[in-house]
């Protein structure tokens, strides 16, 4: 829920005021449930349950949707092709965000679905940026520390050490530049003040700015 | 937003598992634009604004709805004209939980809204509980401590004091058997641990569990 709070502070200090606030619905997404449904591959059981949620969306009246967190976005066709709520692609607005850094060679660090699938990788390849896995030792690491402990707001110094070494090795090895931040809830025990030589990259932040763009676009003044 | 995680936490050790989650659609309220309408009196137009957002969970598929904030309250008859979604109250639910700890003489704090109005007394005392105002010096430095400090999670303990001072002044005049935190922003700062010989209660605390209540009775399982 940190998004609607990031949401909200840079809404205000771009519209210059904190005495306003952006329309803004949420529907709450069973992360169990879709965990459950990922692990079954039941692909098309969970585009219908997101899509019947961005649905109750667009009947509350909301002009476009946001799927907090990067992992729903591997269905991401299969979700939009369920609603006709717009929907703002995490990893569109992270390839250019991405662009706009001059960022080469990035290591990525998601939940293994995020990981282990193409759906992140492919469109910065496409745009010529290279995104590098971690080895098929440590997916595994980072995945269960990401459902066991940050999911649940556990964030303990040996957590982030590990996972400090497990980027830092893959710098090395890969001649990296850069390091995604690939599920929302690693910006919680990793930052770029972790880091001297390479860029942290943190798709939360890219995404909570392509939101309150589209928010300045599209909403009108409430105070009517 | 702390009802979200409250809500969640008592769903949760209710169904006897943290790996479920109810489902819940949030309509965010601008509390600002609200403030100033209630300033000016503006009672229809907040009606029809609360209302409409009422509206919008309906359509999002909600069974009910629940107004977080003690102050909308003022005006829940005429919000519940405007929309067919079963709203709960949380004056009534309070007066039954009163009732309940046995309580007979309660100080209220809230906003000036809450504090200056009968909405939430006047209930109360047709409950045989009589509600005690601040003085009129009171009133407007808590209503002030709530609007431009807790409202913005300033939480000092300066305020806290200033606080402690009216209460403990009303329970000597008034003989007061307990204190209402009238505002769900109050128990940031005040909570039974900072009184001996009142009982402490918190209105937040009664709408999550008459919400979790009703969570229970109406939403199936969504793992269908």
């Known amino acids: 829920m940190n998004y609607y709070s990031a ?13 306003e606030l952006p329309r803004i619905t949420i529907e709450s997404i069973n992360m169990y449930h ?10 098309e059981k969970i585009a219908g349950y997101v899509g019947a949620a961005a649905n109750n969306l ?5 002009d476009f949707g ?3 967190g990067n992992t729903p976005h591997l269905l991401f066709d299969k979700i939009q092709a369920r609603t006709d709520l717009s929907l703002l692609s995490i990893v ?16 990525l660090l998601g939940t293994k679905f995020t990981m282990q699938n193409d759906f992140f990788i492919k469109p910065f390849r496409e745009a010529g940026i290279e995104v590098c896995r971690p080895s098929e030792n440590d997916q595994p690491i980072i995945h269960q520390k990401i459902v066991d402990k940050l999911e649940n707001g ?8 590990q996972l ?4 830092n090795k893959m710098v090395q090895k890969d001649h990296l530049d850069g390091a995604v931040l690939g599920c929302t809830e690693l910006p919680s025990i990793l930052g770029q003040e972790d880091f001297k030589n390479i860029q942290v990259f943190d798709i939360a932040q890219v995404q909570i700015k392509a939101a309150v763009d589209q928010l300045l676009k599209t909403t009108p003044s409430q105070n009517s």
């Open 7 to 19: 949401i909200i502070k840079q809404y205000q200090e771009r519209v210059g005021t904190d005495k």
């Open 34 to 43: 879709m965990f459950r449904l990922l692990d079954a591959q039941q692909y």
């Open 58 to 62: 667009l009947k509350a009246g909301c």
């Open 66 to 68: 946001l799927m907090c």
């Open 92 to 107: 569109e607005t992270a390839v250019a965000a991405a662009q706009q850094l001059h960022l080469q060679r990035l290591a």
């Open 154 to 161: 556990i964030v303990k110094k040996e957590t982030k050490q």
């Open 164 to 167: 400090m070494t497990i980027i």
